[in-house]
C-alpha cells in the first residue's frame, strides 16, 4: 500500500514550456487535490476533484488545468509555466469530501522551478 | 472557515510533553478542530480532529476549552522526529463539494537533545 505517490520529484523548467505532474492513490478515495506550498507559507489548494469525473477551483487555480482520469489519479498541468509557479507541489487524497471527517493523506511533493 | 492564530516558533525539550496552543475564537458551532504537522520537506500529516470533547490518539491528545474558542495539542513526549511544522485548521460541514484545508503558517517545533 503506497499511499499517495507523485512524479517527478524534481522538475525544472524554462518560462513557457509546458509540463504535467501525475499523482496515482492507492486508497481507494473518491476525493482528490492538488495543492502549492511557496517557501515559508502554508499549502495553498490549486484544484480538487471531489469523485470520479468531477473538478473544481481551489483558492489558486490561474495558469493549471486538471485531469481527474481515473479514481486512481488526478494529473496537474502547467500549460505554458511561469516563474511565478516555482514552488512545491503536494496531491492529497481522501475518503470523501464535504463530510466534516476529511482527514487528507499526502503525497511527498514535486519540487518545480521555473526559471 | 474560522481563522485560526498560532505561535510562530517554539522549543520543547526531548522526553517532555510538548504542548501547542490555538486560538479560533470566530470558530462555529459545527467546525472541527484538526491538527496536522508538516516534517521538513514532506507532505503534511494528519494528527487528530476533535469537535468539542477532548480527544487522544497514538500520536497525541487534542484539548479543546468549553468556550471552543482555543485548543491544545499535547505530543506527551516529544522526540526529536517531533520536529516539525504543526496546523490548526478549523473546518467545519459543507453544504457542497468543497473540503478545502486552510492552512495558516503553523508553528515550527523544535525539540532540543
Known amino acids: 500500500n503506497a499511499g499517495v505517490t507523485q512524479t517527478p520529484k524534481f522538475q525544472v523548467l524554462k518560462t513557457g514550456q509546458s509540463m504535467t505532474l501525475q499523482c496515482a492513490q492507492d486508497m481507494n478515495h473518491n476525493s482528490m487535490y492538488w495543492y502549492r506550498q511557496d517557501p515559508g507559507m502554508g499549502l495553498r489548494l490549486i484544484y480538487y476533484?471531489?469523485?470520479?469525473?468531477?473538478?473544481d477551483k481551489g483558492e489558486v487555480p490561474n495558469g493549471y488545468n486538471v485531469s481527474r482520469l481515473n479514481k486512481r489519479e488526478f494529473s496537474l498541468r502547467l500549460e505554458s509555466a511561469a516563474p511565478s509557479q516555482t514552488s512545491v507541489y503536494f496531491c492529497a487524497s481522501s475518503k470523501t469530501s464535504g463530510q466534516a471527517y476529511n482527514e487528507q493523506f499526502f503525497g511527498p511533493g514535486t519540487r518545480l522551478t521555473v526559471l | 472557515d474560522a481563522k485560526t492564530t498560532q505561535p510562530t516558533s517554539m522549543d520543547c525539550a526531548e522526553g517532555r510533553a510538548a504542548n501547542l496552543p490555538c486560538n479560533h475564537s470566530t470558530i462555529s458551532g459545527n467546525e472541527y478542530v484538526y491538527w496536522y504537522r508538516q516534517i521538513h520537506s514532506q507532505g503534511p500529516q494528519y494528527i487528530i480532529h476533535g469537535l468539542k470533547n477532548n480527544e487522544t490518539n497514538e500520536m497525541a491528545s487534542l484539548i479543546i476549552t468549553e468556550d471552543r474558542k482555543s485548543s491544545t495539542l499535547i505530543l506527551p513526549h516529544a522526540t526529536l522526529r517531533d520536529t516539525a511544522v504543526y496546523y490548526c485548521i478549523v473546518r467545519g460541514l459543507h453544504g457542497g463539494a468543497t473540503n478545502k484545508l486552510i492552512f495558516g503558517t503553523g508553528t515550527l517545533l523544535a525539540v532540543q537533545p
Open positions: 476533484s471531489a469523485s470520479e469525473g468531477t473538478t
